[in-house]
């Protein structure tokens, strides 16, 4: 029973590349989440996506950021043009449900360094 | 507790001793809490959960210890093994709504000597 997969582990992007992160969630879990986690800090959310529908964007910033969950494959962040204050962790979650009774599974993270 | 420097509090512990992570929060609202471990190279992993109406919960090895008047968690760990080294996260949330918004702490590096 494969949990939420993302890939690839390690990205390594000059600045002003575009970064492509993706993740699979966990089998019959259709709400994903992504959270970023800067250097010895806890994790922040960003995006909270169902099937083709984003439902939460409140912790994305403004530009550059977007994300997305097609009918079929996986959940992609993108982050165009990116600068070095972007190199983090960035997580991906999923779960059965929404509601606190469906708890959040996270994948083993894309580490993005940005030279 | 929470550190607001760079670097993350260490505790150290032999095994077989007791650990006990605290942390410390600041929204009166927050009503869910979660404990979190994350090991190197890897993502969190859920130890154990308490909502508000609670002061205490139990799991294998695991108790969580809430003081909502101090605004202050704890997670206690009994007899801890080498594979209990990893960095430990509190979570909390003050909306049922949005329970997947969670707000981390910055993290307590636990390292279990033999």
């Known amino acids: 029973n494969a949990g939420v997969m993302q890939n690839p582990r390690h990205l390594v992007r000059r600045r002003g590349q575009e970064a492509r992160l993706r993740c699979s969630p966990m089998k019959g879990h259709s709400h994903v989440y992504w959270y970023r986690q800067l250097p010895e800090e806890g994790l922040k959310f960003m995006v909270y996506?169902?099937?083709?529908?984003?439902?939460?964007e409140s912790g994305m910033p403004k530009e550059r950021f977007s994300a997305e969950f097609p009918k079929e494959g996986p959940s992609i962040l993108r982050i165009q043009q990116v600068v070095r204050g972007d190199s983090a962790a960035y997580f991906c979650?999923?779960?059965?449900?929404?509601?606190?009774?469906?708890?959040?599974?996270f994948g083993n993270g894309t580490r993005l360094t940005v030279t | 507790g929470e550190s607001v420097g760079l670097h993350l509090p260490t505790l150290s512990v032999q095994e077989g001793d007791n650990s006990i992570i605290n942390c410390a929060y600041s929204n009166s609202a927050s009503d869910y809490f979660i404990w979190y471990k994350q090991e190197s190279g890897k993502g969190p992993q859920f130890i154990i959960d308490i909502r508000s109406n609670m002061d205490k919960r139990q799991g294998q090895r695991v108790t969580v210890l809430l003081n909502k008047t101090v605004k202050h968690l704890s997670l206690q760990i009994a007899a801890t093994q080498p594979g209990d080294s990893a960095v430990y996260f509190c979570?909390?949330?003050?909306?049922?709504?949005?329970?997947?918004?969670?707000?981390f702490g910055k993290g307590t590096s636990l390292l279990v000597t033999p």
């Open positions: 996506l169902q099937k083709e529908n984003i439902i939460d």
């Open positions: 979650a999923s779960s059965r449900g929404q509601g606190r009774n469906s708890p959040l599974h």
């Open positions: 979570a909390e949330n003050e909306d049922s709504n949005s329970g997947y918004a969670l707000n």
